[in-house]
């Protein structure tokens, strides 16, 4: 009869991967509802443009025709084609990664779940990226990577607010914007006061940053909170309810 540290080395041996640890639930969801708050903002305020509760390609095409229009861009203007591409493809990545039954839209809760699942795979990437970390092999600062949909909807975002097209953005063309969408000038001014940090223009790139903070982190501080001239996100503001069929 096997004595008991006999035992114990045979069920080493044997049974290696049971001893392994796994990996404990803490019950913390991948999307806070701070963040939350802030997605289904962008959903009701930005994307969803006829409120109806739905995104569909037609919500995308009056995203290009409200562009075109008030740029008074023509059907052949090289910058109409150009929003034109960017839309369609995004609204293919869309339903490619949100459209869970395939019915061509996207609700509120798919929209959800989409940006859950785009953390939960940032996520895998800091953890495999960690494992490969050598003194060789630094790991680079905010290397998660970020998906090229997500990146296609940042540059719509900054077409949007650039109303004069000279590739960055200022003050008046962010509160005239902002109103469109029904903030105030004074929740406008502020949020620019808030977001820019004392700058005079912001560069796409500082924009992306920005877009960043208010898409992809849960910290309440970061200045790209205020990218849609809102103070502040308290949880259960926003409709996030599918409309009934």
């Known amino acids: 009869m096997l004595s008991g540290e006999c035992c114990g ?14 990996p404990v639930y803490t019950g913390e969801p991948l999307v806070s509802p701070f963040r939350r708050e802030k997605l289904l903002f962008e959903f009701n305020t930005f994307i969803d443009l006829n409120h109806d509760g739905i995104l569909e390609k037609r919500d995308l095409d009056l995203a290009v025709q409200h562009l075109c229009r008030r740029g008074r861009w023509g059907r052949n203007d090289p910058r109409t084609a150009k929003i034109t591409k960017l839309m ?15 019915d061509d839209k996207v609700t509120r809760r798919e929209w959800l779940l ?5 953390e939960q795979g940032r996520r895998k990437s800091t953890n495999h990226m960690v494992k490969e970390t050598t003194h060789l092999n630094p790991r ?3 290397t998660r990577r970020i998906p090229s949909w997500i990146k296609e909807y940042f540059h719509y975002k900054f077409m949007l607010l650039d109303v004069t097209g000279d590739g960055v953005l ?10 469109q969408y ?8 502020n949020a ?3 977001m820019a940090r004392g700058y005079r223009v912001l560069s796409y790139k500082e924009f992306e940053k920005l877009c960043e903070d208010f898409f992809l982190s849960d910290d309440p501080n970061t200045p790209g909170n205020y990218l849609s001239a809102r103070m502040y996100f308290a ?8 409309p009934e069929p």
């Not at 200022?170 to 109103?179: A, L, Q, R």
Request: some cysteine.
């Open 114 to 118: 989409l940006w859950e699942e785009v």
């Open 235 to 242: 949880p259960g503001q926003q409709k996030d309810e599918s």
């Open 170 to 179: 200022d003050e008046e063309e962010y509160v005239y914007t902002m109103g």
């Open 88 to 102: 369609a493809g995004l609204w293919l990545s869309l339903l490619s990664h949100a459209d869970k039954n395939s």
């Open 182 to 189: 029904g903030a105030s000038e004074k929740n406008a001014k």
């Open 9 to 22: 080395r045979w069920f080493v041996w044997a049974c290696p991967c049971l001893l392994r640890k796994r």
């Open 192 to 194: 620019w006061f808030l």
């Open 140 to 142: 680079q600062n905010d």
